[in-house]
């Protein structure tokens, strides 16, 4: 099993994509094992995106990212870094594949709906940053010993 972290982005609360979201992640076999709605600090928000200081949309990015509540949470599964990308889609949502989140939501680039680890090593970095070890919930899906031998 393999942990990941996603956040739903201010434009996704605003626009009533919180509940679609989340299905889409449960109804493909992953679970969610901590989740909380709150606000992003400008020093939180440096943190999570610090790979992207000095580049030309980091300002921007820091203040999209800080301009409402987002949700966030940890996602696990069999490979779930690289499953729960897939299903987000490409940076651009004018070229995501159809059936991604961010092709069947949007249509700019600097309004993505959603953020997902990049890596297993991103995914311990970013879950650190936003949850501490008792925001984390231990249960077991019905079937996941068939799903997850
Ligand atoms: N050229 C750009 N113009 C505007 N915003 C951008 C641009 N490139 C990236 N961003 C914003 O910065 C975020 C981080 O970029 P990154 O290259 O890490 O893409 P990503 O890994 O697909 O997205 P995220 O890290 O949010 O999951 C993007 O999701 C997007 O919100
Ligand atoms: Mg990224």
Redesign the pocket.
């Known amino acids: 099993m393999e942990r990941t972290f996603v956040m739903i982005k201010p434009d996704g609360v605003q626009r009533s994509l919180v509940g679609e979201i989340i299905s889409r992640f449960e109804k493909r076999g992953l679970r969610i094992d901590a989740l909380k709605m709150m606000e992003v600090t400008e020093d939180t928000a440096g943190v999570h995106?610090a790979?992207?200081s000095g580049k030309d949309?980091y300002v921007?990015?820091l203040d999209?990212i800080t301009s409402g509540p987002v949700v966030v949470m940890a996602v696990s599964g069999h490979s779930s870094v690289s499953v729960v990308r897939d299903m987000?889609g490409?940076?651009d949502p004018k070229k995501a594949s159809p059936g991604t989140i961010r092709a069947d939501f949007g249509m700019d680039?600097?309004r993505?709906i959603v953020?997902?680890s990049?890596s297993p090593e991103s995914a311990l970095r970013e879950l650190n940053i936003f949850f501490r070890e008792s925001d984390y919930s231990e249960y077991s899906k019905p079937g996941e010993k068939w799903l997850y031998p």
């Open positions: 995106y790979e992207h949309f921007s990015l999209y987000v490409k940076t680039i600097s993505n953020h997902a990049d």
